[in-house]
């Protein structure tokens, strides 16, 4: 069946809901204002309202709660809105959630996800539009998942939700809820912690995540049509864990490797692929790697002014051609 | 856990805090640990009454002050010196310290050594317990958590939620004239009384002596009722007044150990101390009095004194026995173990 990005979203929470009773969702947003998604959530939040809590503008406490009541035998799903909000809970988020289980020697346990509905979406300017994957992946003890497709988006919340024993940070793209993808019923989840070749290529890997994972497939495949190259998109899903043998895997076939991701290019997601083909990757580099990330400067209200940052099929197409042209001037190693 | 109302068991829960808190500062001078930490000397009365009001479903949160909290508890002192110490056998097997200590089976799941860190999860634990319809949270923290947002919105959550939840403010700088007036002022928090700010949150709210056992006693026997029957929240402030030894930045002993003399006739020699002794140590004041009503004989306080220092002496032991982890244990319990699939 076909489903958007929201649905999945929609059908993993009310799903969820129905499958476990200890589950509690503290706020009741998660899917934006996609209306589709929000029709298809409605019957869940009516019949299991005893179990969502109003939530005023607290998003610090409203994370702590979340937290302290997965500690106490129940399982919580935070609403924290929009991705820059999360700031306004990091102190629970990164410094309680991601801490407990290691600073209590493993005595407790914190099965709780926060969605946050992140990205530059258009017109969030500085305030809304973060992308916090970069972030996050600093905090040792948490989980971050980006899915890049509806498939990805309804399986690794719905695992977030009812199977996981550590603290999630579920990220949604305010641009992928409208995504659409397949999603066979019933059908297995590819595990959380392994990356998803989304196209099969020869000449050209392109590594993307979350909003990037579309924009990929579509650079791949003007690369294709236009150019005449064979391209590989690996889609990572999960910032942590970080499935570096997957991308290793997809660079050892293709030697070439493009990062297209929408956090800051320092620092970022891109840098630390960068790091890793640097570190274990080299032998297999026919070219240098090349990073399409946001510059390094805050997002902008004026739409030209936003679209000169964003990370496009056509800059990622751009990037690639540099990279599968350069070729002869990269050194081997010795 | 001690059993309520009886003197001699409350006398020992507050004497074996006095005595692992003496244990702990001797074994920092001493260089066995490296680190700030906190001592729970002067409000062993607030632990001691509050944790006597609880049954194994409830739980407990604290703060970088938490030894008393979880030695009044039930926590294990031999254990909770070796998790100080740094060492293996310590509850979290040397990960947490001293401030962050914390035993998952005595309904104390997470410490946090941040301000006001602990009341959001506190917040959370009640709301867990409402869903269960089991247990009631205390939780401890200090007057500088009325500063936090976190407190804020933890109090508006559990007003607006109705969360059986107690929250338990020990203001531990309120000169002695102040407690039971009130008026006091903090230097930071220009609110006329610290119960102000959870009183325009619709939350019900008491101030209390912590130099005083009896009171203290009798108000959590109450407070602790009522959250348990009604399941909404309550706030109290216990209003003490510091120890000595912990004006310095570390904390020291002013004149070595506590001595039981001092409740019965002799002083020591700094007057600081002297005057703490005598107008605000929650210990010394309950011991005069017990032993003056008949409630317990000097001869039996020596021996409840003696067993619980014969205690720390092997908690001390213990934990100095005790090894330090392997280094590879630093890569453990980054993540808890789970299935990978659906």
């Known amino acids: 069946m076909k489903i958007s990005f929201a649905q999945g979203v929609a059908m993993a929470i009310s799903e969820s809901l129905a499958a476990d009773s200890r589950l509690l969702l503290i706020g009741n947003g998660f899917v934006g204002l996609n209306m589709e998604a929000r029709a298809l959530l409605e019957p869940a939040l009516r019949e299991f309202a005893d179990r969502i809590l109003v939530a005023p503008v607290s998003e610090l406490a409203l994370a702590g709660a979340g937290i302290g009541a997965a500690m106490a035998g129940q399982r919580a799903a935070v609403d924290l809105s929009t991705g820059s909000f999360i700031f306004q809970a990091f102190a629970q988020v990164v410094n309680e959630a991601a801490n407990v289980h290691y600073m209590s020697g493993g005595q407790t346990t914190a099965p709780v996800t926060f969605c946050s509905l992140a990205g530059m979406r258009s017109a969030g300017a500085a305030q809304h539009s973060h992308r916090i994957q ?78 990037t994972v579309p924009r990929a497939l579509e650079a791949a495949q003007s690369l294709e049509r236009d150019h005449g190259f064979s391209v590989e998109v690996v889609d990572l899903r999960s910032i942590a864990p970080l499935d570096r043998d997957t991308v290793l895997k997809s660079v050892a076939k293709t030697g070439r490797a493009v990062i297209a991701d929408e956090c800051h290019r320092s620092f970022g997601v891109a840098a630390e692929i960068a790091a890793t083909l640097a570190e274990e990757g080299l032998a297999y580099l026919k070219a240098p790697v090349c990073r399409v990330a946001v510059p390094d400067v805050p997002v902008p209200f004026s739409p030209p002014l936003e679209a000169e940052l964003t990370v496009t099929a056509d800059k990622i197409v751009a990037g690639a051609l540099k990279v599968l042209n350069a070729g002869s001037t990269m050194r081997r190693p010795v | ?78 254990r909770m010196m070796a998790e100080i ?46 869903r269960q319809g089991r247990g009631v949270v205390v939780a401890f923290f200090g007057d500088a958590a009325l500063e936090e947002g976190a407190c804020y919105e933890a109090m508006i959550l559990a007003s607006l939620w109705k969360l059986p939840i107690l929250f338990v403010c020990e203001n531990n700088s309120i000169p002695p004239a102040q407690r039971q007036r009130g008026q006091y002022t903090s230097s930071t928090l220009p609110a006329a009384q610290l119960v102000d700010v959870p009183q325009a ?16 006693a009798e108000c959590f026997d109450r407070l602790v009722a009522e959250v348990r029957s009604e399941g909404t929240p309550r706030f109290v402030e216990v209003r003490c007044t510091r120890w000595p030894g912990n004006f310095p930045l570390w904390p020291e002993l002013p004149c070595g150990q506590w001595q039981l003399d001092w409740a019965f006739g002799q002083s020591p020699d700094r007057a600081d101390l002297a005057t703490w002794l005598e107008q605000s140590d929650p210990l010394l004041l309950y011991l005069r009095k017990i032993v003056a009503a008949g409630g317990l004989t000097r001869e039996q306080v020596q021996a409840l004194d003696e067993r619980a220092r014969a205690e720390m002496a092997g908690a001390v032991r213990f934990a100095l026995d005790s090894p330090f982890p392997a280094p590879e244990e630093a890569y453990q319990h980054v993540r808890a173990e789970q299935g990978a699939t659906l």
């Open chain 1, 134 to 211: 970069a972030m996050l992946g600093q905090v040792p003890g948490l989980q971050v998942l980006v899915p890049g497709g509806a498939d990805d988006a309804y399986h690794m919340l719905k695992w977030a939700l009812l199977q996981s024993q550590n603290p999630t940070v579920f990220i949604s793209h305010a641009l992928l809820l409208g995504e659409t993808g397949e999603l066979t019923p019933g059908a297995p989840m590819l595990p959380v912690g392994k990356a998803r070749i989304r196209r099969e290529g020869r000449d050209l890997s392109i590594i993307a995540s979350s909003i």
């Open chain 2, 1 to 78: 856990m001690q059993r309520k109302n009886d003197p001699g068991e409350r006398v020992a829960a507050m004497l074996r805090i006095r005595r692992f808190e003496e244990q702990c500062i001797l074994l920092s001078k001493d260089g066995q640990f490296p680190g700030h930490y906190h001592v729970y000397i002067g409000q062993e009365a607030t632990a001691v009454a509050a944790c006597a009001e609880l049954g194994t479903d409830d739980f407990v949160f604290s703060n970088w002050r938490n030894h008393g909290h979880l030695l009044a508890r039930g926590a294990a002192p031999d």
């Open chain 2, 85 to 130: 110490l740094g060492k293996a056998g310590g509850y979290a097997r040397g990960k947490s310290g001293t401030l962050h200590m914390a035993v998952r089976e005595l309904g104390v799941p997470a410490t946090s050594a941040l301000v006001g860190g602990s009341l959001p999860l506190a917040t959370g634990a009640a709301l867990a317990c409402k």
């Open chain 2, 201 to 216: 949150l619709q939350i019900r709210t008491e101030a209390v002596d912590g130099a005083d056992a009896d009171a203290l």
